[in-house]
Nanobody
Framework: QVQLVESGGGSVQAGGSLRLSCAVS????????MGWFRQAPGKEREGIAA???????TYYADSVKGRFTISQDNARNSYLQMNSLKPEDTAMYFC???????????????????WGQGTQVTVSS
């Protein structure tokens, strides 16, 4: 059974940094697309970053490009380094996984098979 567990959220002032982790267990596929999403109160879930384990290709939403970096270790755990945080980055952050390549659907939440429970990020001005 695949399990994803996020950690690393917290409260930080604008301009600060946080590093989120997504611990992956039970995944046996040859490759995986790991995605990060966020959802703020009253807003739709937003796909912000993804990484394909096969070639380490990365994908970013315009809202985080240049500030966030997605990575993965050999155990398939995923990380999201978030720099230059803004108050509008405040949200619950989730990681998600789907076997195979990320393709053009990486921003679509329903495309993923597995989800974590989320970790809260709060950025104050």
């Amino acid at each position: 059974q695949v399990q994803l567990v996020e950690s690393g959220g917290g409260s930080v002032q604008a301009g600060g940094s946080l590093r989120l982790s997504c611990a992956v267990s039970g995944y046996t596929g040859a490759s995986v697309c790991m995605g990060w999403f966020r959802q703020a109160p009253g807003k739709e879930r937003e796909g912000i970053a993804a990484l394909y384990s096969g070639g380490r290709s990365t994908y970013y939403a315009d809202s985080v490009k240049g500030r966030f970096t997605i990575s993965q270790d050999n155990a398939r755990n995923s990380y999201l380094q978030m720099n230059s945080l803004k108050p509008e980055d405040t949200a619950m952050y989730f990681c998600a996984a789907r076997p195979g390549a990320c393709l053009y659907s990486w921003t679509t939440g329903t495309w993923y098979n597995h989800w974590g429970q989320g970790t809260q990020v709060t950025v104050s001005s």
